[in-house]
Every structure is written in structure tokens, then in C-alpha cells.
């Protein structure tokens, strides 16, 4: 009696392992057979739309997709637009009510993307079906999350030799030492404090804000990257992941780091209603969610999901750095905005 | 008779109703749109209001009367240095005997062919406080230690980059008049033994106080709409801006630009453009006294400098070394490096190349670009000559009831901030029943006509030309059975020839690196150069921004060179 169930277990643990070792490889080749039947299904579709129309903020992603996503899938045009990311929203309302929106497809962050969600602009899509995961999919499948927009504090490291100096908190940066040494623009300033400011409140964050841009002698410039790039000032204060990786591709001596916690915003990309070329706009969502695609997502922007457990270059810096992100939901992307809004207000006085 | 009587007025009808299409469209919807919330809507949307919101939220807090203080400084002072600087320059280019004046025409007009972000951030570049390259050369020939001595974030710097900026504009300008000036009376003078320096400020001076009162309030008014250098330079100073105050409701971190309160801001920018327009209607009222142009031949008499050309041409060498030379250099230097860092190290010499001048080339969009921005810069350019030409000629000689009112219109077009007419155009083209039906959204006809609403400059500038040429020419004409057109036409048209040249330039010059209204209404079939160029600025992609600028610079050299060198043949000077 004792050996049977033994040597059952025995089969079991083998037939388990076995299965173990089976199956992921089974479920990884059906889901890779699935996503090739999706993504050949939505090619054939696009094919006979020729073509497709983007806007957005995001020129070199839009670069990419013009030279890389006509490699993959001949046939199909990439046309383009860049917008201004505030422009975004007032060019699609005026040409909706004009009788027609003329882009087929847009990327843009939330913020750039969110006003126009109750405008009939956008559509609804069954993104389940193309096998987009749902923790991608907000707003009544009307937008899918296609990458981060993560901020982290830039520095120059011909200025900053050892990274044992740099601050730790957010605190830090209220140290004399770093007085004169920081740049950033009002935009970026408020945005990026905003996501500390859902932990600490927003009499603190903004009390902070006012203190740090009054003693600090922050540097307020649209060209605040460049200020880093050549050395003018040390610290590129909420600069941008992407940025910084652009930079050190470039060869420029920059580098980044991070403090107790910063916000990762949400990039969407959506179909618009009432297209001429649905499936095309459908696939180059599905082909920006591809290994390609982020590929090439990276190549030309540096821009990936930072979301822990996404072993992306992103994932993987702040891992190594012991980041901590807040993301942008559509549940606290209000919150977030607003708070935004207000420190900018108290800091420009406007 | 009865022909071309209908002729002349077809023509003054069209010409008015052009402006009134070009003009009256943006004017309008600024005034709707200032009226209209809340902001959670377009001004023309259907959940959209009448309401005085948009004005309480700019002119109830104490905000906007710092803005005025600041902006009243910023203005007096950049205008200021532009003016005696511009001053100096078109006097010696023109009036003397200074060698080489040609070349040094070009090269003091060069900087207006460069974007006017470019230049700002190469201001940056050369007098940021810790890495500027001047700074480092003046620390190292002065031995001093730190940081400094200038420092461009500071309003002293935002002054200086802005008067600067303006000077070659300002120079263009002035350099015409003084070109087109009839010598007659300054000879009189120095006959009667006034000497030089009497016979400047005595003759010279008062017989251009026109024009120079026209390009001194041209520039007051840029300099109160320029938005780059103080977006790049002034957040730093901490000033307040009326274009700083205007920036802060178009990139709001929540919601909807906030056009409301953008249009609310720029009727302030109206009312001072008004007011200035009224002072030097005031200053000019009695013109025919400042007629220099006359039936007679003439060549500008050319003071001889002697020995003190070697001044002029330090003083020159000074200016274009700091204003041309330097930024020209970051420019240059930025496109070889694939992106700037300062020139402190000879193993950067290493990494010159041509890669960034390569990538732009290869671009597939560069050829569709600049065969677009050619197209609306030269047709647009044209148009606002054109229209410069006969406004100016109707409002200070015609006698027809509500001249004024044309004054007024043609003048309002530089009151309009680009990016509130950007916006007004896109509505105007879209939203408007009918218009929207013509399809000329997404082409650049749409370009073409937005561009043309900037008739302000060409027709001051036009206005104070016609106020030069003598009445004699004309009544000549009509005494012997001219028509007015036919006098217009033969008479004096050939005569304001150069200035109706120097207007066509100076729009060609603006349109052609034309940014906000271009990313406004461009879209994938209309694309121009200054959008691709935002393109690689937005993107950090600086050695191809600065290539880009390169490029663009060279193209308008060459344009001006032959502009140039046409009117001068014209002129036989």
C-alpha cells in the first residue's frame, strides 16, 4: 500500500515536471501562434486600406513607424503629423466638427488625449479580441497603454563625478549645495512634484515647491536639457528616462537618478471613430505592442513600460536603482492633474 | 472713361476686401474667442458661452499690472538698444564712404534668416553663466575665477538677445530709407556750412522721423509678441511677460488650451498696438513735409569717413563678431558635432562630420517641405506686398471715407499673437459654414492665406515710403489724363520699387521659417520647413536642428543677396 502511492507520487512528480516543462512552451507557442493569427488576420484587413494617418506629439516614435512598420508589413503607408501635445485635442475637435477627422490613428499621454474621450472622436474597439492585455486597455476600451513616460532627474556627469553625492529624497534638494545647480521648466516642475504630492499632500508638496524654486535659484527654461547637455547646470530637475537614454546614446555625459518616488504618466494610442483605415490603426496598435515594435519604440525614442516585471531597458534601469513609481491610472490621473495645476499656479503666480 | 473708372474702384474694392478676408477673420474670432467659455470647450462648440470670465481671470488679479511694468521695461529696453544700434548701422552702411558696405549689408542681415529659436538657444550656448563660450573666452583672457561674468537667464540678457534679435530687421529698414533719401537738403545744408554732425541731427534725422518712428513702433510691437526668447530666456530671469503670460493658459498642465484667456490677453496686446498707431499718426500728421522723393534723379551723397573708417569697421567687426560670428559659429559648430558642447577640447575636432547634414538630405520629408515653404513664403510674400502697396497708397493720399479705418485694420495684424491667429485660422477654415466646404484645410493654399494676414510691417513700412514721394509726380500724372490705376501703376509703384522689394523680402524672410501658424494648420500634405525643424528641436535632436538651420539660413542668404543686389542695380547705387 505504501509503495503504490509511492510510486504514484513518483509518476505524478515526474508527469508534473514533465507538464511543468511542457506546458509554458506549448502556451507560449500557441500564444505566439494566436498573436500571429491576430496580427496576419489585421495585415490582410490593412492591406486593402493601403495606408494609414498618425498624430502625434511623439515625432520620433512617428519617424520609426514611417521607415520600420512598412519593412514588416509592405503595403501599408505610415503617414504622419506631429502635434503639439496641447494642440492635439483642438486640432481633432475642429476637424470632427468640420465633418471628419483626417487621421485614422493618435498617440499621446493622457493629459493630451483625455478631452476629447466625450467628444465622439474616439472609438470603442474590441481590443480583448486582437489579444491586448486588459490592464492595458482604459477608458471603455477606447485607449490602450503603449508606453511610460517616466520621470527621473537628469545630471551631468562631467559636473557630478561621484553619485554617492546626489540627493536621496526629495528633501535633499533643499540642501545649499545644490543651490544654483538646478534647471528644469515650470511644466516639468509641477507635473513631476504632483505624483509626490498624492503621498504627502497638497499644502506639503506645494510648500515645498514655492521653498525649493524661492531658495534654490532654480532655473527656469524650455531649454533645460540643453542647459544639462553642455554643462551650463548640473541637474536636470524631473527630466524625463527617455531624455537621459537619448543623451547617453549621443555619447553626452548624462546620467540619472532617482529619489524615494517618482510618476510614470500613461502614453495611449487609439482608433479614431468613423476612419477610412480602422485596421490599419488597429494593427500598428498591435504591432507597437510586439517585440518589434517596442523594439523600434526604443531604438528611435527610448521610450518603454516601465511597470515592474516588464523586462524592459525601463523595468530594468529602475530596478537597479531602487526606484519607486507611482503610475498614471484613469483613476488618479485627475487627481494628479489638477494637484499639477496648482503648484504651477503658486510657483509662475499665474 | 466710364471703363476705367470701374476698374480703379474694382481694384480698391478687391484690395479692401482682401484685407478684410486676411485681417478681419482672425480680428473677429480673437474678439469671440475672448467672450466665449467655459474652458472645458472650444469657443465655437455647442456647449460653449458668451461670458466675462476669460477677461476677469487675466485682469482682476494684481498679475497683469506686474506683467505691464515688466513688459513696459522689456520693451523700452530692447527696443531702445535696437534702435541706436540699428541706427548706427544703416547710417554708416549707406551714408558713408565705409569699404566693403556690400558685403557687410549681408552679413549684418544674416541673423534675421536664422529661426528666432535657434538664436535664442545660442545665446544660451554663449553666455550661460558657467559653460558660455564667451564667458570662458572672457575668463581666460580677464583671469577670472567661477562663474559669470554674464550671465544670459537674467533680464540685462533677455533685453540684450531680444534687441539684438531685432536689430537686423530694424537695420533692413532703416537701411532702405536712408538708401531712397534725396540728398537735396542735407546739401543745403552743409553749403550753408552746418557741418556733418549738424546736418545728421538737424536734416537727416527729422526728414526720416517717419520712417524711423514706423520701424521704432514695428519694433516696440514685435518685441512686446516675441515669444521665444523670453519662453527661453525670461522664466529664468523671473520676469512676467505679456508672451510669458500668454504661454502659461496654452500649455495648461489640465484640460484645454486655454484660448479665452489667450484671446483676452491679446486684446491688451490690441489696445497698446492702437495706441501706438494713434502716437505716430499724431507724430507723422503732416507728411508732405517729410517728402524726399521727388521727379528728379538723385544719388545719395556719401559722407567720406577719412581715417575713422577704421573705427566704423572695428565697431562693426565688434558687433558682427558678437551678434553674427558667435552664434553663426555655435550653429555651425552644433550641426559638425551632431549636437552642441562647448569647443573646450581639441579632441572634439575628432567628432566633426557631416552626419547631420546627411540625415536632414536624407530625410524624405526635407525636398516636400522646402518646395512647400517656398511656394506659401513666395506667394505670401507677394500677396502682402501687393496689398501693402495699395493700402498705403489709398490711406495717405486717397481722400475716400474710412481711410482711417483701413489704417486701423491693416495695422492690427501684428497685435495678433501667432499663435492666437493660428488657432483663429483653424476655426475660421473649419468650423466656419461655407468656408470649410472650400477644402483648402490640409493644403498649402490654407498656409498661403494664413501667412498673408501679416500686413502690418509691410504697410507701415509702405506707408512711410508713400509719405516720402512728393504729390508733384502724381498730380503730373493726372494732369496729363492718367487714371489713378495707370498712375499707380507707372508712377508710383516703380518709385516705392525698393521698399515694395524690401517688404516682399522681409515676409518671404518671416513666412519661410514660419513655426506656429505652419504646425497649426499643417498636417501631411502641407508640411513646411519650420515644423520639421520644431520636429527635430522638440526631439533633442540638436545637430540636425542646427543643420536644418544652417540650411535655411544659406537658402535666405542667397535670396537676399539677389534681392539685394537687384535693388541696388535698380537704384544704381
Known sequence: MHNVPCRGSKGVLVASIALLLILPLTVAREGRAAEDKVMTALYEA???????????????????????????????????????????????????????????????????????????????????????????????????????????????????????????????????????????????????????????????????????????????????????????????????????????????????????????????????????????ARLVIKYLLSEPGKAMVWEYQKS?????????PYAKAIEARGGRYIFETQDNYRQRAQLADKIRKAIVGQ | MERTITLDRLVLGAAV???????????????????????????????????????????????????????????SGSTTLAFVV????????????????????????????????????????????????????????????????????????????????????????????????????????LVAGGGWLRTLTRVTIPVLRPTMLSVLLLTAIITLESFDIPLLLGLGAGSRVLATSVYYPLYPQIGLPRYGEVAALALSFLVITYILVYLYARATREQARYATVTGKGFRPRQIDLGR????????????????????????????????????????????VSFKAF??????????????????????????????????????????????????????????????????????????????????????????VLALSYRTTVGYRITSAGVSQIKRELEEAAAVCGSPWLTTFWRVVLPLLWPITLAVWLLTFIVNFRELTIALLLGGVDNMMLGPLLWRYVSSSEMGQASALAVIMAVMLLAVGGFARRFVGTRLGT
Open chain 1, 46 to 280: 490593412a492591406k486593402k486600406e493601403g495606408g494609414l494617418t498618425i498624430y502625434s506629439p511623439a515625432e520620433l516614435v512617428l519617424r520609426g513607424l514611417e521607415k520600420e512598420f512598412a519593412k514588416t508589413f509592405a503595403g501599408i503607408e505610415v503617414r504622419s503629423a506631429t502635434v503639439e501635445p496641447t494642440e492635439l485635442a483642438t486640432k481633432l475637435i475642429t476637424e470632427k466638427r468640420s465633418g471628419g477627422v483626417r487621421a485614422d490613428l493618435i498617440m499621446g499621454s493622457l493629459r493630451d488625449v483625455v478631452d476629447v474621450l466625450d467628444r465622439g472622436i474616439i472609438s470603442a474597439q474590441d481590443y480583448a479580441s486582437m489579444g491586448i492585455p486588459k490592464e492595458l486597455v482604459l477608458f471603455d476600451s477606447k485607449l490602450v497603454g503603449i508606453w511610460n513616460v517616466a520621470f527621473a532627474h537628469a545630471y551631468n556627469t562631467t559636473l557630478i563625478k561621484d553619485p554617492a553625492e546626489l540627493p536621496k529624497t526629495w528633501n535633499d534638494f533643499l540642501d545649499p549645495k545644490w543651490k544654483g545647480k538646478l534647471v528644469t521648466w515650470d511644466f516639468s516642475l509641477a507635473a513631476g512634484l504632483a505624483w509626490w504630492g498624492l503621498e504627502i499632500g497638497e499644502a506639503a508638496v506645494i510648500d515645498y515647491a514655492q521653498k525649493l524654486v524661492k531658495t534654490q535659484d532654480v532655473l527656469l527654461t524650455r531649454a533645460a536639457a540643453d542647459v544639462v547637455n553642455t554643462g551650463e547646470r548640473a541637474i536636470f530637475f524631473n527630466g524625463g528616462l527617455a531624455a537621459a537614454f537619448q543623451a547617453q546614446a549621443k555619447g553626452l555625459p548624462i546620467d540619472f537618478f532617482l529619489v524615494e518616488v517618482q510618476g510614470a504618466p500613461q502614453y495611449v494610442a487609439c482608433v479614431l471613430e468613423g476612419v477610412k483605415h480602422p485596421n490599419a
Open chain 1, 304 to 312: 518603454a513600460d516601465a511597470h515592474p516585471g516588464s523586462n524592459t
Open chain 2, 17 to 75: 476686401l482682401a484685407l478684410l478676408y486676411l485681417i478681419g477673420a482672425p480680428l473677429l474670432m480673437t474678439v469671440f474667442t475672448a467672450f466665449r467659455g467655459p474652458v472645458d470647450f472650444l469657443p465655437f462648440e455647442p456647449g460653449a458661452q458668451f461670458t466675462l470670465d476669460n477677461l476677469r481671470a487675466v485682469y482682476a488679479s494684481g498679475v497683469f499690472r506686474d506683467t505691464l511694468i515688466d513688459t513696459a521695461w522689456f520693451v
Open chain 2, 86 to 189: 540699428s541706427f548706427i548701422l544703416a547710417f554708416l552702411v549707406e551714408r558713408t564712404t565705409l569699404p566693403c558696405r556690400n558685403f557687410i549689408f549681408t552679413l549684418l542681415t544674416l541673423p534675421i534668416m536664422i529661426p528666432p529659436l535657434i538664436t535664442g538657444l545660442s545665446w544660451v550656448f554663449l553666455l550661460g553663466k558657467s559653460r558660455g563660450l564667451l564667458n570662458i573666452l572672457l575668463r581666460g583672457l580677464l583671469g577670472l575665477d567661477g562663474p559669470g561674468p554674464f550671465d544670459i537667464f537674467s533680464w540685462y540678457g533677455m533685453i540684450l538677445a531680444q534687441g539684438l534679435a531685432v536689430v537686423p530687421f530694424m537695420f533692413l529698414l532703416m537701411s532702405g530709407a536712408m538708401r531712397g533719401m534725396d540728398p537735396a537738403l542735407e546739401e543745403a545744408s
Open chain 2, 308 to 351: 575713422w573708417k577704421y573705427v566704423a569697421l572695428g565697431g562693426i567687426s565688434l558687433y558682427v563678431g558678437l551678434q553674427v560670428g558667435l552664434p553663426a559659429f555655435v550653429l555651425l559648430w552644433s550641426s559638425l558635432l551632431d549636437g552642441y558642447r562647448p569647443p573646450t577640447d581639441w579632441a572634439l575636432l575628432s567628432q
Open chain 2, 358 to 447: 546627411s540625415r536632414v538630405l536624407d530625410d524624405q520629408r526635407f525636398l516636400f517641405a522646402l518646395r512647400n515653404t517656398v511656394v506659401v513664403a513666395a506667394l505670401s510674400a507677394t500677396l502682402v506686398a501687393l496689398l501693402s502697396a495699395v493700402m498705403a497708397w489709398m490711406v495717405v493720399r486717397s481722400q475716400i471715407k474710412g481711410k482711417r479705418v483701413l489704417d486701423l485694420l491693416a495695422s492690427t495684424s501684428i497685435a495678433i499673437p501667432s499663435v492666437i491667429a493660428g488657432v483663429s485660422f483653424l476655426m475660421f477654415y473649419l468650423a466656419t459654414p461655407g468656408i470649410s466646404a472650400l477644402g483648402l484645410y490640409g493644403t498649402v493654399w490654407i498656409l
